[in-house]
């Protein structure tokens, strides 16, 4: 974590507009060296693949000088309608069956610019289900260089809160009235008015725009001079002349640093989640670790039975879980360093536990006397009373290795007491009796 920590530099958005190239340089580099940081270990890495995919797939994208546009909104308000209107062919499924986009699709758009526009389309975001689709729209809205933001009335509070979530999170929005056909020109002024001035603050009013992505057909009456009335429908053309219009002054004008802008803001980002991700990630990794030992030393233990009493001081044999531990978290610990931590472990253990374990050289007793099922039942108890050992000792290593190989200033007595009062001891020993009985019976 140091080295990520002491090689990402948080690069200056206030200073993005004087000088793009260098901060859209200076985040492409950023990103490299947290990709190439060696010193995160394998199965770190691992867990972080998906922020690795994510830092790839945009220093690819800075490469190519790629401007990425996403549709962004609740279901069924028209997202693939609008950015198919924009390509002027279907290239993104529609329906008026609400949830037809279900993952990320994009489509290089060629008539504008060089073709470097790429349109992304997103599933909607939804109030009621789709928690997964929603957090990869918003993911992806915060990853395009422009997000279009479509509406199709008023905004609800969901709507309003995305939107300023976008806004707060300084992303280039453009906030769309879609379905506008829907509308008298008098009742489509007014829901812009009343979208300009929910928006004041978040977005300027050019930035609030009306578009008809797919009208329906208009209704078209005739009499003849009969008086007789036909009614036929003409197909109507979709309207999104004002949007494109917008789109390709913002593109022109700003386009060229909005990738820098967009990156630099992602790296940011970035630069606050790793630490955090990388923390999570170090303990979602050193808990797999611990639990793989916890599961040998209590199958070891349940199948070569000690003395009880033994069972601390068994701890000795943890050295491979404390080195692996140390791995985890940066650090190459010798034997002897490994040996030397597990005493001082042990020894809190041994102070703070040995009245519950006196109490149970009862079950162990009971073990060499029975027979049977019930001998694999106390030799499970066993077993489960060792990996018990092993997870608190697995956490007091852990603990040690997070805060720089040291008990911080809480010391080593204080750091035991915490991890046994955060532990349900009973509950773990159950369900470790019962995974050990199971991988028994297996055998
Ligand atoms: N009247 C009218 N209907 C529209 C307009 N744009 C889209 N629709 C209709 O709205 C329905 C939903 O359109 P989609 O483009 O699939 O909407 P979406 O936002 O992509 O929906 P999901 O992918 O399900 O989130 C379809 O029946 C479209 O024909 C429009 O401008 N006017
Ligand atoms: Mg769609």
Not at 135 to 164: K, N, P, W, Y
Not at 355 to 361: P, V
Request: proline fraction near 4%; aromatic fraction near 4%.
């Amino acid at each position: 974590m140091q080295s990520v920590l002491r090689n990402w530099r948080s690069p200056a958005i206030p200073t993005l507009k004087a000088n793009p190239e260098r901060q859209l340089l200076e985040a492409n580099r950023n990103l490299r060296e947290l990709i190439e940081d060696t010193s995160i270990p394998a199965a770190v890495r691992a867990e972080l693949s998906a922020e690795f995919a994510e830092i790839e797939a945009m220093s690819t994208k800075l490469r190519s000088g790629e401007v990425h546009i996403a549709a962004f909104g609740r279901v069924g308000v028209g997202k693939s309608s609008l950015l198919n209107a924009l390509l002027q062919r279907q290239a993104f499924s529609t329906s008026p069956l609400h949830g037809e986009t279900r993952d990320e699709d994009r489509e290089p758009w060629q008539s504008l610019r060089d073709g470097h526009v790429v349109l992304i389309d997103t599933p909607g975001i939804d109030e009621l289900d789709g928690a997964e689709r929603e957090a990869l729209a918003h993911r992806i809205s915060r990853r395009a260089d422009v997000t279009l933001m479509l509406c199709e009335g008023d905004l609800t509070d969901f709507e309003f809160q995305a939107l300023r979530e976008l806004c707060a999170a300084q992303r280039t929005v453009l906030l769309v009235l879609n379905k506008s056909d829907r509308y008298t020109r008098g009742e489509r002024e007014a829901l812009l008015q009343r979208l300009e001035e929910r928006c004041a603050g978040l977005l300027p009013p050019d930035r609030i725009i009306a578009a008809s992505a797919a009208p329906r057909p208009e209704t078209v009456i005739r009499v003849d001079e009969q008086g007789r009335e036909t009614e036929t429908q003409r197909p109507r053309s979709p309207d999104t002349a004002l949007l494109k219009e917008r789109l390709w002054a913002l593109l022109d004008k700003e386009g060229h640093t909005l990738a820098a802008l967009n990156a630099a803001l992602f790296a940011s980002e970035l630069d606050e989640q790793v630490a955090t991700r990388i923390v999570a990630a170090r303990k979602s990794v050193a808990e797999k670790i611990i639990r793989k030992y916890c599961v040998g030393k209590g199958l070891l233990v349940a199948l070569n039975p000690v003395p009880v009493t033994d069972l601390l001081a068994a701890a000795g044999s943890d050295i491979a879980m404390v080195i692996h531990l140390g791995e985890v978290y940066g650090f190459t610990l010798s034997r002897r360093e490994a040996a030397k931590l597990l005493l001082t472990i042990s020894a809190q253990l041994v102070a703070l536990m040995g009245a519950y374990w006196g109490m149970n050289l009862v079950t162990s007793a009971l073990k060499t006397a029975s027979a049977g099922l019930s001998t694999a039942l106390t030799a499970a108890a066993q077993g489960a009373l060792a990996w018990y050992a092993t997870d608190v000792t697995g956490r007091m290593a852990q603990s040690w290795f997070s805060r720089g190989k040291s008990w911080g200033n809480a010391g080593p007595r204080e750091t035991a007491r915490a991890i046994l009062d955060s532990i349900d001891r009973d509950s773990v020993i159950q369900s470790a009796r019962e995974d050990i009985l199971k991988r028994l019976k297996g055998r």
